[in-house]
């Protein structure tokens, strides 16, 4: 099938998207990644289709009010590693993992539901510090087109037509996610990652990757809980 496919983004801070994408039959699917601590205004969201979780980290994954989000939505299926399943578990939330339609998944699995394909790519967090142990972390492509990495920069291994890209955390710096914004060369990319910057220095990282992205590439800021449509081709 040719022609244009209509992609619904809102950005609830931090690492926390939501995602609207026609599936085969038209009707709209809704993705939501990463509902961290310090992102705001996901909780109100219904029908969502998939909730996928690219690692443990509290701005990743808000356990707290997880388990609401959830009960809101009981069709949606759950999307997460290993790791991330465990620090349910501990939190008393073990029923969530084991429900049917949740999806433990490791890097280079895949996942459909209703027609939209999820593809798990990394396995390792970005390293913080050479004291600390390593973790886990997976980026998520959506549809072909739409690439969450998480906390780390790895190759999506395919073009990509919308890269969700970090812009500030204690294991990266503004150079690497400049280096990754040209290597991955996407059509869009939307800044994300930022709530632990100053207002001035999301401005500032955010200026200097619309100065140095590649030939091509649109860096967009989404304004928070405010909806925006991209088209990709189908």
Not at 32 to 44: C, I, K, R, T
């Amino acid at each position: 099938m040719t022609g244009e496919l209509a992609m619904e983004i809102t950005h609830y801070g931090h690492a926390c998207v939501h995602v609207e994408i026609p599936g085969p039959d038209g009707a709209p699917r809704r993705v939501l990644f990463d509902p961290g601590a310090y992102s705001q205004g996901f909780e109100g969201l219904r029908d969502l289709d998939l909730i996928l979780i690219t690692h443990p980290h509290p701005d990743h994954l808000d356990v707290g009010r997880f388990s609401q989000l959830v009960a809101d939505n009981p069709k949606a299926e759950l999307v997460l590693g290993r790791q991330s399943a465990e620090a349910l578990a501990q939190a008393g939330q073990e029923s969530i993992v084991s429900r049917p339609g949740s999806h433990i998944v490791a890097s280079g699995d895949k996942v459909s539901r209703g027609g939209v394909d999820v593809r798990v790519i990394g396995g390792e967090h970005a390293c913080i510090h050479s004291a600390l142990p390593s973790s886990e972390n997976l980026g998520f492509v959506l549809d072909g087109g739409l690439l969450h990495p998480g906390d780390a920069f790895d190759d999506p291994g395919q073009p990509i037509e919308i890269l969700l890209l970090p812009i500030g955390g204690p294991w990266m710096k503004i150079g690497e996610g400049i280096d990754y914004l040209r290597a991955v060369a996407p059509k869009v990319a939307i800044p994300i990652h930022q709530a632990g910057l100053a207002q001035v220095h999301q401005a500032m990282h955010c200026g200097l990757l619309k100065n140095l992205a590649p030939s091509g590439t649109e860096v967009v800021v989404l304004e928070h809980g405010t909806p925006q449509s991209f088209s990709r081709p189908r």
